[in-house]
């Protein structure tokens, strides 16, 4: 979407741009973080070989096993699905311009498609990481969907944040959260 929004020529383009990839920036350093703890917990990166691990009842799964990870994640998870309290990047109602009325037909559905695909990949990939996977379609359904309201709630509950306050809260708490995370894994 940032390429399209810079190869759409606007004026405007580079002001969207800059405030979505430094609200991106932001929020992938607490998950970057927990993701490293977690690696450092099971001693791989392959998510198979991390499901695989949280096998054998809930008290297994990450989110009980590395709380501290857990935390960073699924804080970066808020700013990650583009929901309020951190979808000003978005904003499709007060900013008229960019790649949705600059682009037309088949090149708007490309660009649109990884909004569409994005963030179901997230919440699976989210399940498997700190929820043990899942085993069958009714187990996968029910353990992203109770992810997603996550989301959801806390869209409902908070209002929305200007890009500098979500990059700010990011770059405290959560990101303090991961780096402990790392820190504890590492010595534990």
């Known amino acids: 979407m940032a390429l399209g929004a810079g190869e759409s020529g606007h004026p405007h383009s580079a002001i969207g741009v800059s405030r979505g990839l430094s609200q991106v920036t932001a929020y992938e350093l607490p998950l970057t973080l927990g993701v490293l703890s977690l690696a450092v917990q099971y001693n791989t990166l392959n998510v198979s070989e991390i499901?695989?691990?949280?096998?054998?009842?809930?008290?297994?799964?990450?989110i009980f096993t590395n709380p501290l990870a857990s935390i960073a994640m699924l804080l970066a998870f808020l700013a990650s699905m583009g929901r309020s309290p951190f979808s000003v990047v978005l904003a499709p109602?007060?900013?008229?311009?960019?790649?949705?009325?600059?682009?037309?037909?088949?090149?708007?559905?490309?660009?649109?498609?990884?909004?569409?695909?994005f963030?179901?990949?997230k919440l699976v990939l989210f399940m498997n990481l700190l929820f043990g996977g899942a085993t069958n379609w009714g187990e996968l359904i029910i353990k992203t969907f109770f992810i997603y309201m996550w989301s959801v709630f806390v869209g409902v509950v908070f209002p929305r944040f200007r890009v500098d306050q979500s990059v700010r809260w990011y770059l405290g708490v959560p990101l303090i959260?991961?780096?402990?995370?790392?820190v504890v894994s590492?010595?534990?």
Do not use: D
């Open 119 to 121: 963030p179901i990949a």
């Open 51 to 62: 499901v695989a691990a949280q096998q054998g009842g809930i008290l297994n799964w990450s």
């Open 177 to 182: 959260i991961g780096v402990a995370a790392v």
């Open 93 to 117: 109602q007060e900013i008229p311009i960019g790649p949705p009325t600059e682009f037309h037909s088949g090149f708007l559905g490309v660009l649109q498609l990884n909004r569409a695909i």
């Open 186 to 188: 590492k010595f534990f």
